[in-house]
Structures are given as structure tokens and as C-alpha cells.
């Protein structure tokens, strides 16, 4: 039992350890980068971010916070519209 224990369980046990801790770090890494987007993003545009652990980032608009994602879309479709208006 305790060859099997030592052959068999012990280095399941260690990948799957191995594996726990690399999906960590790397799930750690991705929101670090993330988050320091959002901030600069702030420092570009001058509006006010804030960004959640799970959330991700958001950006304040005139009468909620948006997504960064719904904030650029946003923008995105007000460009069109004045530039739609121009010509």
C-alpha cells in the first residue's frame, strides 16, 4: 500500500498541485495587467475608472458606470453620429 501510495497517488497529487498553482499565477498576472489598462486608460481620457477583481474595468459616464467594453461602444456609436451629421 504504501509503494502504491508513493508510485501512484504522490505524483498525481504533485501535477495536480503543479497545475493549481500555475492557473493562480497566471490568473494573477492577467488581472494585474487588466487593471493597470484601466488605469491607463483613466490617464488617457481623463475619465473616471475603477476596476473590480471579477468585474473587470468600468468607466463612469454622465449617469452610470459602464463596462469598458459598453463605454467604447458607446463612444464608438456617438463618433458615427456626428460624423454621419457632417456629411
Request: charged share 25%; glycine share 6%.
Amino acid at each position: 500500500m504504501k509503494e502504491f501510495v508513493r508510485e501512484i497517488v504522490a505524483p498525481i497529487f504533485y501535477i495536480v498541485l503543479f497545475v493549481f498553482c500555475l492557473f493562480i499565477g497566471l490568473f494573477a498576472c492577467i488581472s494585474m495587467v487588466e487593471k493597470n489598462q484601466c488605469a491607463s486608460y483613466e490617464q488617457v481620457t481623463g475619465r473616471n475608472t475603477q476596476w473590480r477583481f471579477f468585474g473587470g474595468c468600468y468607466v463612469q459616464g454622465r449617469d452610470k458606470w459602464y463596462t469598458m467594453d459598453e463605454y467604447k461602444s458607446v463612444i464608438a456609436a456617438k463618433e458615427s453620429l456626428t460624423i454621419e451629421e457632417m456629411e
